[in-house]
């Protein structure tokens, strides 16, 4: 059991190295892409939206790449765990490896392209003056487990689907398309009607995104009950995404 544990976990560490060097594969800027990317959306939204949400909004690049660095590791990192299977049918078919190290590893990768885009914030707040309030900052932990969970178990299922269905890479990007509109990452919520506001509350990635805002950068309390809801939701997510893998991960084997 413990040889068998430590291979896993080798096998883990090797694929989160070359999922991350992956990424920047043949790229001359490499993993500055990870710092330029967010900065130059950023710096392109705040020219065009701090004129309309100025008065709404303080302090609006903080307020957009808060909730960017958080919509941004969801989409990626079920993106990557969408092909974590699929992508690597060559080694699956060749040794006895548990396919969950794979998925595993994707959240794993992403996670640190995720950290690194949160050094950006707080490089951001020191540049715009933005308050560090240390007394909420420490409870953002919550929103990003939650999302880790969430991102944890939509991978699973997705790297399942991803074997049977090749459109649902397709199926998928229309979704967190759809997905980030209803997150409030460039606007405030103020501006949405507010009948609709019941459906943004449906967005699971809205929630995760609102509770982060509220600890990391406006050093509030969101409503208690939203956390507990949105841990809740996450747990589940997570729970049905194993049941779907351990489900269909050995009958997988047999579309390679």
């Not at 999922?19 to 990317?37: E, H, M, P, R, T």
């Not at 397709?170 to 409030?184: D, F, K, N, Q, R």
């Not at 939701?233 to 351990?246: A, D």
Request: one cysteine or more; hydrophobic letters at 55%; glycine letters at 4%.
């Amino acid at each position: 059991m413990k040889l068998g544990n430590t291979v896993n976990f080798f096998l883990l560490e090797e694929i989160v190295k070359k999922n991350f060097a992956s990424k920047y594969k043949d790229s001359v800027l490499g993993i500055l892409w990870s710092v330029l990317k967010p900065l130059l959306i950023m710096i392109l939204l705040t020219i065009i939206f701090s004129t309309i949400f100025g008065r709404r909004i303080e302090n609006y690049p903080v307020y957009f790449l808060a909730g960017k660095c958080l919509f941004d590791f969801f989409t990626a990192g079920t993106n990557m765990c969408m092909n974590a299977i699929k992508g690597n049918q060559n080694i699956l078919v060749k040794t006895a490896a548990p396919k969950s190290v794979f998925v595993l590893g994707s959240v794993i990768s992403e996670f640190l392209n995720f950290i690194i885009t949160l050094i950006i914030l707080a490089v951001v707040m020191v540049a715009t003056r933005a308050p560090f309030h240390f007394n909420t900052i420490p409870f953002s932990i919550i929103p990003i487990i939650s999302l880790i969970m969430m991102i944890t178990g939509i991978g699973l299922v997705l790297s399942i689907l991803c074997v049977y269905y090749t459109d649902i890479k397709h199926l998928w990007g229309v979704v967190t398309m759809m997905l980030m509109y209803a997150s409030a990452l460039f606007y405030p919520m103020e501006i949405i009607p507010e009948p609709y506001h019941q459906y943004m509350i449906l967005n699971p990635t809205f929630w995760v995104i609102d509770q982060f805002r509220h600890f990391a950068i406006w050093g509030t309390i969101p409503d208690i009950l939203n956390i507990i809801n949105s841990l809740l939701l996450s747990s589940i997510f997570l729970v049905i995404g194993i049941i779907i893998f351990k489900k269909y991960q050995y009958k997988v084997a047999m579309k390679f």
